[in-house]
């Protein structure tokens, strides 16, 4: 089992910056696989970014250039950088872990972004 607590989201105008964090625990954070949704009001679920326990990482064509996804599992924390904010990207982001060979996913509570004038 691994247990994942969200933060770091609130209210930023349009051109701003936020950053989410994303704490694990229950488990050993560096195999794990992690990554980062979100779901705007009335829309499904959306994969903004990805990063691999080995490090890779890839980003949704709408959010690349201006969000960065990062580890650090000495703290066993996965981050979202996000630059340049648009109106478009306000949604509640939740991170997941996941872990292929296993077939195992866990879903965060969400962190609520509001980009707005």
């Known amino acids: 089992q691994v247990q994942l607590v969200e933060s770091g989201g609130g209210l930023v105008q349009p051109g701003g910056s936020l950053m989410l964090s994303c704490v694990a625990s229950g488990s050993i954070f560096s195999i794990y696989g992690m990554s980062w949704y979100r779901q705007a009001p009335g829309k499904q679920r959306e994969l903004v970014a990805t990063?691999?326990?080995?490090?890779?990482?890839n980003y949704a064509d709408s959010v690349k250039g201006r969000f960065t996804i990062s580890r650090d599992n000495a703290k066993n924390t996965v981050y979202l950088q996000m630059n340049r904010l648009k109106p478009e990207d306000t949604a509640v982001y939740y991170c997941?872990?996941?872990?292929?060979?296993?077939?195992?996913?866990?879903w965060g509570q969400g962190t609520r972004v509001t980009v707005s004038s």
């Open positions: 990063i691999t326990s080995g490090g890779s990482t």
């Open positions: 997941k872990a996941f872990h292929t060979l296993y077939d195992l996913n866990y």
